[in-house]
Each structure stands twice: as structure tokens, then as C-alpha cells.
């Protein structure tokens, strides 16, 4: 059963950090990229960091670049997602994703989401 649990959600308030994480199972993880998405109540599903399969290449959107860090451990089949100076129109669940082509066809699947909340 292909797996993808997030982890490391919580209530902070403004400036504050917090590290999530996105645990792997069910398939080969170093050959997926990985990416974060987050959905706020109202709003449309966004993306927010991509990581490719080795790690070589990595995105984020223009709202999280210089306070977010995606990083991944192929050898813990993991992904992360470092937030710091975290403000309010950051609270979301944040989902975790894999992707990868394989023989010909996509593979794609999503976590389950961990909720952000960040307030004073």
C-alpha cells in the first residue's frame, strides 16, 4: 500500500518556525519528485516546493522563497519542509506529493495533510 504521511502540523504564532515532514512508503522513493501543496478554508489548492527525484532541482512559490526550505533523504524516504518567519496566510493543510514517469506512465500520489495554524 503506497503511503504518504505527514507530520510536524501545529498552532504558532507569527515569526515562529516550524519542520514538516512527509514519510514514504509502498514505493521506490528516490525515483519520485516530491512537492508540498497547501489548501486554506475557501481556496483553491497551491503549490508551495518541489524537489526532484535526486534533489538537484527544487521550486518554490514566490509567497514562501527565502522563509520556506524543501529537502529530501532518499536513504529515510522522507521529504521536508523547513518554515520559518511563518505568517498567517500561511495556515493551511499542507499535503504532501509524489510524481514520477515509470515504463511509460505517471505515477502520482498525496498525503493525507497536516494542518498549520499560524496565530496570535
Known amino acids: 500500500q503506497v503511503q504518504l504521511v505527514e507530520s510536524g502540523g501545529g498552532l504558532v504564532q507569527p515569526g515562529e518556525s516550524l519542520r514538516l515532514s512527509c514519510a514514504a512508503s509502498?514505493?521506490?522513493?528516490?525515483?519520485?519528485?516530491m512537492s508540498w501543496y497547501r489548501q486554506a478554508p475557501g481556496k483553491e489548492r497551491e503549490f508551495v516546493a518541489g524537489?526532484?527525484?535526486?534533489?538537484?532541482?527544487?521550486n518554490y512559490a514566490a509567497s514562501v522563497k527565502g522563509r520556506f526550505t524543501i529537502s529530501r533523504d532518499n536513504a529515510k524516504n522522507t521529504v521536508y519542509l523547513q518554515m520559518n518567519s511563518l505568517k498567517p496566510e500561511d495556515t493551511a493543510v499542507y499535503l504532501c506529493?509524489?510524481?514520477?514517469?515509470?515504463?511509460?506512465?505517471?505515477?502520482?500520489?498525496w498525503g493525507q495533510g497536516t494542518q498549520v495554524t499560524v496565530s496570535s
Open positions: 509502498g514505493f521506490t522513493f528516490s525515483n519520485y519528485a
Open positions: 524537489i526532484s527525484a535526486a534533489g538537484a532541482d527544487i
Open positions: 506529493y509524489a510524481r514520477a514517469r515509470i515504463a511509460f506512465r505517471w505515477y502520482d500520489y
